[in-house]
């Protein structure tokens, strides 16, 4: 009895061990076919993250390209856009210009046709035998008092040197006003001042208005 019972837990060992072999074996197989399937779509990966890395690097060479054309395209734009503000100003002060002498030409066109009434109207007038102008009237009425008082000069200059008199300065002229006190004394000396501060005055002539004004009678005084 004790043989067999020996015997039987050897052959369930040995089972066991069997089995456990194959399970490990069956798991390896499994194994290997996983890794070997990982090692395909490594490959895989690795092949697309080589053309991905060539194509990044004709990408980063574009950009770098670009960046560069870019740059100088800005620079161009900038030179461009200056030149456009210089032209702007330019044409700005021409345009002021040109309305300044718009605005001067328009004033001398205005002047020229006033003229050229004043002369129509100038003509007319002398042509109907009257004066050409108000102003011209009042000129000549200038120029003749100017002329007879030149001739005035003349000949009170002609009756002084005919009487002996000494001739009168063109400057100086006839006067009836009263002689002031200190004309004929020097400034260095001066007038004294024999009242102080409160003098004397000459009073006034009295006017129109002295009319309207009454005398007070004085009155008798009676002891």
């Keep these: 009895m004790h043989v067999e ?25 499994i194994l290997e076919d996983r890794l070997s399937g990982k090692k395909e779509v490594l490959l895989e990966k690795e092949l697309v993250l080589e053309e991905v890395i060539s194509l990044t690097k ?17 620079k161009k734009v900038n030179e461009f856009q200056g030149r456009i503000r210089d032209t702007t100003r330019r044409m700005m002060a021409t345009v002021s210009e040109l309305s300044m002498h718009q605005a001067t030409a328009l004033k001398l066109q205005q002047e020229k046709t006033a003229r050229e009434r004043e002369l129509q109207e100038a003509t007319w007038r002398a042509e109907h035998g009257e004066p050409p102008t108000e ?28 009487s002996g008199e000494a001739p009168i300065p063109p400057s100086m002229v006839r006067t009836m006003a009263e002689p002031r006190p200190n004309a004929y004394i020097p400034d260095e000396l001066g007038i004294p001042k024999p009242y102080g501060g409160q003098g004397p005055f000459k009073p006034t ?7 309207h004004i009454r005398m007070p009678k004085p009155r008798e005084i009676e002891i």
């Design 5 to 29: 019972s020996s015997s039987t837990l050897t052959d369930d060992q040995t089972f066991r061990r069997e089995n456990y072999s194959f399970c490990t074996q069956r798991k390896t197989k």
């Design 58 to 74: 004709k990408l980063r060479k574009q950009a770098s390209d670009g960046r560069a054309q870019a740059l100088a395209l800005s």
């Design 135 to 162: 102003a011209a009237v009042w000129d000549l009425y200038r120029l003749e008092q100017k002329s007879v008082a030149a001739s005035t000069q003349r000949l009170e200059r002609a009756e002084a040197e005919t």
């Design 205 to 211: 002539e009295g006017g129109t208005t002295m009319r």
